[in-house]
Structures are given as structure tokens and as C-alpha cells.
């Protein structure tokens, strides 16, 4: 019997972890972090990833576009208090759509309990300021470099 | 023959609408309201509300609760400039669950386009830092009172 | 005896009264407005003044120029609680210099209780970013029409 | 001729310098850092600060007072811009006051450029709401410590 060749084509997962420190002013009467200021921490992940794997906000404004979040989820599982270190976990979701979409995991640096999750989703706008429904051509190349086909 | 006895018993809808004008300091570098603002505007929209039909923080405190969001979401369809005055619309969501539930719209007030879209779930905890399961007695009689059963 | 010609030239006081009503995510958790976010008030407070007196962003703007604050200052008197309303008193102060000066106040609405007390200084940058060292055309024209000579 | 015996009692200076990273959402339409994020610099300079030298809030905390900022002045002498890197430098105020008072100065990482110099005053408030006019004794033993006498 003749063997199968079997082709694997993963898709390698592209994750960025980074630490935030809970400050006295984003946290509310209820001596927790005010939950507006999530969208602050998955905009920090998100600029750590951009960093790590080039797909920073320098990178797509050279190329002639901006990305404005047009969705953003959040979920809270456990409350964030003042002086408290969190691990914001960043990851790329690739589709085949002209948008950028994360998912984020928020942990407590010292319990490891999960602390929040959600999902941002952007667009590309190009310089004329309209909404561009094909992958422009960086990031297509972007998404070869990493695989994310 | 005997006339049918047709009871209708709809659900009265439970809704605010106010006025937010846009700061500069909420506008970013793309000239347009930063997204994680919105959560603030849905927060003034359930103040609003709370003020309106008396499920403020003060009623909700005086009765032994405070009530964290629990989730949060927000599609933006068009932009919120600086000096613009928006329209937010929040809806009261009924739901069996013991579950602040609304729904909201923002609206650019001159032009009636919409802005954005969301939605916030909150929870009920007592004076010990408990989840409550069951729908607080204040609650219930608040649902009884504007007919949200 | 002749009586003698007095010629009182008074410089009106421009001043803008507004009120503010603090929100959830403004009180930090020792229950209080943290003290930052007072820099948005005294911003609400220059807005307020600059749409009644015709000397908002948009008119500067129009005339090529934006005015960084270059100096804020803010004492605090006593504290404002959530769901506290409170009146910004927005006072400009006329200077030869090419510097836009407003001092504020702000009072407790019911208990007229002073609050805190400030001041921001801004500074005329043209459209190649250049400071401006005297006054611009417009400005003066301002300057008259209000009789801040 | 008997030498005079001379002794310097010098206070040796408290300083901490941490670096912070321009966030995306802290930048507004000019392009530039909001002038009321400063205040924000400032706390993370005054929390780098207790940290290093056990004068944090926690600390404060336990010891049972609250110290609320009463005076805040920012100067602004060149911009910081979305992802510039900046110093804080945080350095401790001796006075015989009950107050805590720092000084502060940002600097542009790269450029080692003045950006901001400022001032923060608080005061000692006991756990009964009230103003301590006298050096509270864990404050006086801090003192000593660190030879701010």
C-alpha cells in the first residue's frame, strides 16, 4: 500500500504578550479599573503586536492607509485593582476580509486568573478617506511574510 | 356568538434620549472621536436613562447593589468630529435573567446619520461582593412598576 | 469751579458661566473627581466661553492658527462627588503678550461651595508651527470688538 | 588657633526617573499629547517614585490616610508625539508642612529634549475625612529615614 502524503498547512498563531500596570486613576468608585479603560489595554496590546510583528500604526500610515476600529467587544471575568500587573494578550485572527481583527486575553500578572476578553475589528481608510474593500497590497505582503493565509 | 376577549399585553418601550456635544480632548489624531470614548457616551446615555425612570446608581446603591458592566459593545458606522452634538439613544432591554440590559444608538444630531451602535450588560452584587443570581426585590417591583415583565 | 471731566475707561469682565455634572468614570476611588480630569472641565469651561464670545477653535482655526495650552494651573478647594453638578466660571484675562489667559472657577451648584480655581495659558501657533510672537490680526480685531485693550 | 569644626548636613536629593511610551489615544488632533494627560505622567512618576522609596499609596494606605492632590501646574515647553518615548523625573520636595510636594520634569527619550516641567502638592487627610495638620508619624519616621530633615 502506498503511503498518503499528507500536507499540513498550519497557520502559525501570532500572539503578542505584554504587561500593564493598573493606575490610580483608571480605577473607579468601586476600587476596580473603570471598564471603558479596557479598550485603553487591548490598544496597548494592539501597539505591542503592531511592534513586535511590524504591523504598527508607522507601518500602514507609510503605506498610505489608517485603520479605525469600527467593533470593539469586551468581556470581564474577574475585576482589575489599583497597583495590579495584567498580562494583555494580543492575537491576530486572519480572514480573508479587508479588516484587521483581534482577539484579546487579559490575565492577572500574579493569580493567572483571566480577567477579560474581547475582539477589536478595523478597516482600512485610505488617504481620500474611503473604506477600501480589497487587502491592500502591504498587507497582503504582510500576511505572506506570516503566513496568514 | 360570543365576542372573543382579546387582552393585549405589550411591553412599553423604556427609552432616553440626550444630548452629548464632543470635547477636544476626545478627538484624536485622525480628527474623529477616539473609539473607546463611545463607552462614555453609553455611560451618560444609562445615567440619563437612570435619572429619567429612577435606576440610577444612587437608587440602585441605596438598595444594598452595585451593578458592574459585565460586557460591552460598540460598532461604529460613521465618525463623531469635534464641536459635533450626537443624539444617545439608550433602550432598556427586559430580560429574566438578573441582567441591566440596554441597547444603544448614537445618532449625529444635525444630520440624523447614525453613528453607532452597542450594547452593555451589567450585573447585580450585593453589599459582600456576591454575584446575585436572583432578580433584587427593588428590581422586580422597578420591572412591575413600568411593566417590563 | 469747573467740574472736572472724569473719563472712566473700564475693560468689561468677559466671563462664561456653564454647568457640569460628574460621571461614573470621572470619580476615583476615594469617591472623589480625580484631580486630572478637572483640566476637562476648565476645557469645557474655554469652549463654553469661546462660543459665546466668538473666539472658539473654529474661529482660530479659520484664522490659521491653533492655541496650545502651554501652562494650566488647578487648586483644589473641596471635592465634587458623582452625580454632583457643578458651574464653571470661565473669565478671560486680557494681556499685551500674544497668550490667550482664562481663569477659572468652579462652584458646587447647590451648595455654591468653592471647588477648585485655575488658569491656562495658550500660545498662537501659526500654520508652519511656528510661534507667534505678536498678536494676529484677527486676535486684535477680538481684542477691540470686546473693548480688552 | 583651634580649627572650627564644620559640618554640612546635606538632604540628599530623592529622585526617580521612569519612561513612559506616547499612547495612540493620548494624542489629539493636533498631533501632539493632550496637555491634560501630563497630570497623568505626573501620577506615574509619583507611583515609580513610592514605589522606590516605600512612600507609595498602599503605604500611605496602611498607615492610615489618604493623600489627595491639591495643587497641579504643568508647563509645556516642547511636544511629545504618538510613540515618542519620555522620561519622568520625579523629585521629592522637603517642607516642613504637612504636605507632599514633588517636582517634575519630562524629557524626550531620544532628543533628551525639555518637554515638561510641573508641580504637585498634596496634603495628609485622615481616615475620618479630615486635613492633618501635623506630619503624621510614619511620614516624620520617612523622613528621618531619608534624611529629609
Redesign the interface.
Given at each position: 500500500m502506498k503511503k498518503k502524503k499528507v500536507i499540513l498547512t498550519e497557520t502559525p498563531i501570532l500572539q503578542n504578550r505584554r504587561t500593564i500596570t493598573v493606575?490610580?486613576?483608571e480605577?473607579?468608585?468601586?476600587?476596580?479599573v473603570?471598564?471603558?479603560h479596557y479598550?485603553?489595554y487591548f490598544?496597548?496590546g494592539r501597539?505591542a503586536f503592531g511592534n513586535q510583528y511590524g504591523l504598527?500604526?508607522?507601518e500602514v500610515h507609510k503605506n498610505g492607509y489608517?485603520t479605525?476600529?469600527?467593533?470593539?467587544?469586551?468581556?470581564?471575568k474577574s475585576?482589575l485593582r489599583?497597583?495590579d500587573e495584567a498580562i494583555v494578550e494580543t492575537e491576530y485572527v486572519s480572514s480573508p476580509a479587508a479588516k484587521l481583527i483581534f482577539k484579546f486575553k487579559i490575565y492577572h500578572k500574579q493569580t493567572e486568573k483571566l480577567v477579560a476578553t474581547g475582539e477589536t475589528v478595523q478597516v482600512f481608510v485610505d488617504q481620500k478617506g474611503e473604506l477600501v474593500l480589497t487587502l491592500p497590497e502591504f498587507y497582503q505582503e504582510w500576511k505572506r511574510k506570516w503566513k496568514q493565509l
Open positions: 493606575r490610580f486613576s480605577v473607579d468608585s468601586l476600587h476596580v473603570w471598564h471603558g479598550l485603553r490598544e496597548d501597539e504598527g500604526y508607522m489608517v479605525p476600529v469600527v467593533k470593539s467587544v469586551c468581556e470581564h475585576p489599583y497597583g
